[in-house]
T-cell receptor, first 112, second 117 residues
Framework: GENVEQHPSTLSVQEGDSAVIKCTYS??????FPWYKQELGKRPQLIID?????GEKKDQRIAVTLNKTAKHFSLHITETQPEDSAVYFC???????????FGQGTRLTINP | GAVVSQHPSWVICKSGTSVKIECRSL??????MFWYRQFPKQSLMLMAT?????????EQGVEKDKFLINHASLTLSTLTVTSAHPEDSSFYIC?????????????FGNGTRLTVT
């Protein structure tokens, strides 16, 4: 079945620096890749997503890149702020099964 | 605002009892809803896909007789944890696609923290 690998599991950066989280997926038919942010004890919130017909998407300080050939996609957060501290999950949509498979998550800590 | 409502947000029950969790889509109809389980510091693991008017589809390793899913209407899915045991203590989250296409954003409920004593 589809497998999504996410790295790193933890990431600590200084406020103002950039953070990059990477994911790889196994199913070449996957066509939709969302990123979720989850704060402690709360629901995951969609922060950005990308479809397989696009290579890059940006929304203010957040960007996502997709390399279909290599089957990997990355989340980039620039000018990090303390409120960016959370757990981030990538996911890949399995087209046939119509479901999302999540990566293992990355705990991002922004140090002031 | 929230588009998926989940209730209760937390529940404590005794071992051997059953607990029902409700998931509602607030302003759209959801023929399909998804139930996830999340253990502390772990990822979201899909338990089952709830299908309105038909049987749920369970992921490998999830006991369908223990985790009963009912999707009786286009806006409501319920998950019942039967004969709960301490190892069932977890964070259960439901979700739904607002659009009919599966490759669209999933909206999550607030989750239910289940503690079995």
């Amino acid at each position: 079945g589809e497998n999504v690998e996410q790295h790193p599991s933890t990431l600590s950066v200084q406020e103002g620096d950039s953070a990059v989280i990477k994911c790889t997926y196994s199913d070449s038919a996957s066509n939709y890749f969302p990123w979720y942010k989850q704060e402690l004890g709360k629901r995951p919130q969609l922060i950005i997503d990308i479809r397989s017909n696009v290579g890059e998407k940006k929304d203010q300080r957040i960007a996502v890149t997709l390399n279909k050939t290599a089957k990997h996609f990355s989340l980039h957060i620039t000018e990090t702020q303390p409120e960016d501290s959370a757990v981030y999950f990538c996911a890949a949509h399995i087209q046939g099964a119509q479901k999302l498979v999540f990566g293992q998550g990355t705990r991002l800590t922004i140090n002031p | 605002g929230a588009v998926v409502s989940q209730h209760p947000s937390w529940v404590i029950c005794k071992s051997g009892t059953s607990v029902k969790i409700e998931c509602r889509s607030l302003d759209f109809q959801a023929t399909t809803m998804f139930w996830y389980r999340q253990f502390p510091k772990q990822s979201l693991m899909l338990m089952a896909t709830s299908n309105e008017g038909s049987k749920a589809t369970y992921e490998q390793g999830v006991e369908k007789d223990k985790f009963l899913i009912n999707h009786a209407s286009l806006t409501l899915s319920t998950l019942t944890v039967t004969s709960a045991h301490p190892e069932d203590s977890s964070f259960y989250i439901c979700s739904a696609n607002r659009d009919t296409q599966g490759d669209s954003p999933l909206h999550f409920g607030n989750g239910t923290r289940l503690t079995v004593t």
